[in-house]
């Protein structure tokens, strides 16, 4: 576009040589705008991807105890993400620097926040990340509870946006029912708060509930709201585990279909 403009006035000012002169100059500066434009992107995405584990290596030292299930959950967002060689390598070396005890954790979130432009799919997939590795191993010790809250209000989320997203989390991570067994009232109880209702909600509050958070957090919507195609797994697991949560409400209720 830059190399076409430039061809124009080139020709508008100096005939046919201000043509090619035009189309040049415009050639270059459209070169050096990809540069800028590819470099800046790249020092932004990783600036997200070393500030989204260093923050994880942070929360899942928060109980003191890095455990075998967290390492294998961070291990497996390595691969949703696709990362490999020297990002991997990066998104390693970041979890052990949350881990340490001088790290700055508000600083930190800052600094995610101002690489994401605070954009809500980026802070909000960003958050189920960090839910995904704490909640690794069953639970969710109080202090990392107590960090995820205060990282969601550093970004402009609430406690109420971690506790949907915690509640998500166990209600499509708990394990299956018996076959044709109803399911446990503690997972069908976090069902209803995944998806913002509560259990005596009727069947076309459940409905609504649910088609509005599946039409939300859709890949496609969110990529057009600006989300990178790496995180697309992470709202694709997203909708995933919406899917899980309002299945288990069926499952329990035969007036939802």
């Given amino acids: 576009m830059l190399t076409f403009i430039g061809a124009l006035l080139g020709a508008a000012f100096g005939g046919f040589a201000g043509l090619f002169i035009g189309a040049f100059?415009?050639?270059?500066?459209?070169?050096?705008?990809?540069?800028f434009v590819v470099g800046s992107l790249q020092v932004a995405q990783s600036t997200l991807l070393d500030s989204t584990f260093s923050i994880m290596g942070a929360l899942c030292k928060a109980d003191n105890v890095v455990s075998r299930d967290e390492i294998n959950a961070v291990e497996k967002i390595f691969g949703m993400l696709r990362l490999q060689g020297a990002a991997r390598e990066q998104a390693k070396a970041a979890f052990n620097r949350g881990k340490q005890?001088?790290?700055?954790?508000d600083a930190e979130v800052d600094k995610f926040a101002q690489a994401s432009h605070r954009r809500a799919p980026l802070l909000q997939l960003f958050l189920q990340l960090q839910c995904m590795?704490?909640?690794?191993?069953?639970q969710v010790h109080p202090a990392e509870h107590a960090m995820l809250v205060r990282i969601?209000?550093?970004l402009g989320l609430t406690e109420a946006d971690v506790a949907q997203l915690?509640?998500?989390l166990r209600a499509a991570t708990g394990g299956p029912s018996a076959a044709g067994a109803p399911p446990q009232q503690?997972?069908?109880?976090?069902a209803y708060a995944a998806l913002g209702i509560t259990a005596d909600a009727s069947p076309a509050e459940i409905k609504r509930a649910y088609r509005k958070?599946?039409?939300?957090?859709?890949?496609?919507?969110?990529?057009?709201?600006?989300?990178?195609?790496?995180?697309?797994?992470?709202?694709?697991e997203r909708s995933r585990e919406l899917n899980a949560a309002y299945d288990l409400i069926k499952s329990a209720r035969p007036d939802v279909r």
Avoid: C, T, W
């Fill in 166 to 168: 915690e509640a998500l």
């Fill in 133 to 138: 590795a704490v909640a690794a191993d069953g």
């Fill in 152 to 154: 969601a209000q550093r």
């Fill in 101 to 105: 005890p001088d790290f700055d954790l």
């Fill in 25 to 35: 100059i415009g050639y270059l500066a459209s070169y050096a705008f990809r540069l």
């Fill in 213 to 236: 958070l599946i039409s939300q957090n859709h890949p496609d919507k969110l990529a057009s709201r600006g989300l990178p195609e790496s995180m697309r797994p992470v709202a694709e």
């Fill in 186 to 190: 503690g997972r069908l109880a976090d």
